[in-house]
């Protein structure tokens, strides 16, 4: 989804870098792509998709980030994933990284930062509805480490808005559909609730609102980006096995969820116009299925 804007002259073109230009930072920077110059910041900036000027630096290096960031940014997104899946790892990604990247603006004035987050900061487990207002507690590492993060965007003196999106799932993230077709997930019944984002609606609720960031319309600090139908996690199995030809569930196979069970609730980002592509698994699976039928 590309960001829809009245071509501008090239002086007057907004100024967005996305800070993580991996595969979910890149396909954002491509997606706001041509109404914007787009500057992508990563270690190789050869890997920057076409068109994004690339970048070259480690957030983990403050002095990599001097003289190198574009001038008069309107908008920052922060996309980070860890290098590595340890408290480090996440600290650098989440907290390190963003720490050396504000130093090393000097107080620029900047629109919007627009910290790309996870619903893992919340804790609940008791299959209760969860929104932008609901208590955050994570007890695991990773999630505290992004709540610090969340919160350092949050006092960075940037107006900033935080972005949770739940489990990613699309074409270059089949994980979870290809381990229900080689039998490696036999979830109990009931299973805990999932929540998950189809990886075109999370690139298109980014531009949606960065689009609205530029139009100086209004935006809340926090946004879950979840889709619209949170679901037990072996009814999404069970629906899978009726699409598609599966192995049986194997010895070994995983029989629980890996973030609790909570339903988001995703009423803010709705209240702002976006409409979903995929506002349920069904959409977002099923289309999955239909481009590449065979084997397990």
Known sequence: MAITANPQPPENRPRILVAGCGALGGAIASALLPAADVFGLRRNPDRVPP???????????????RDTLPADLDIIIYCLTPSSYDVQGYRDAYVAGLQNLLAALHGKPTTRLLFISS?????????????????????????????????????????????????????????????????????????????????????????????????????????????????RLDEVVEWVRQQVPCSAP???????????????????????????????????????????????
Not at 220 to 230: F, K, L, R
């Open 250 to 296: 194997a010895a070994g196979a995983r029989t629980a969820g890996r973030a609790g069970s909570k339903q988001c609730r995703n009423r803010r980002l709705l209240d702002t116009g976006f409409r979903f592509r995929y506002p349920d698994y069904r959409a977002g699976y099923g289309e999955m299925i239909r481009r590449q039928s065979g084997p397990a």
């Open 51 to 65: 068109g994004v000027h690339g970048i070259g630096a480690d957030l983990r290096q403050p002095d990599q980030l």
């Open 119 to 231: 619903t893992s900061v919340y804790h609940q487990d008791d299959d209760s509805w969860v929104d932008e207002l609901s208590p955050t507690r994570p007890v695991k590492f990773s999630g505290q480490q992004i709540l610090a993060g969340e919160q350092l965007a949050l006092n960075s003196g940037i107006p900033a808005t935080i972005v949770r999106f739940s489990g990613i799932y699309g074409p270059t993230r089949r994980r979870f559909l290809d381990a229900v077709r080689r039998g490696e997930m036999n979830p109990a019944s009931p299973g805990p609730y999932s929540n998950r984002i189809h990886e075109a609606d999370a690139v298109a609720a980014v531009a949606h609102l960065t689009e609205r960031a530029l139009d100086g319309r209004p935006l809340d600090n926090c946004y879950v980006v979840s889709d619209c139908e949170p679901v």
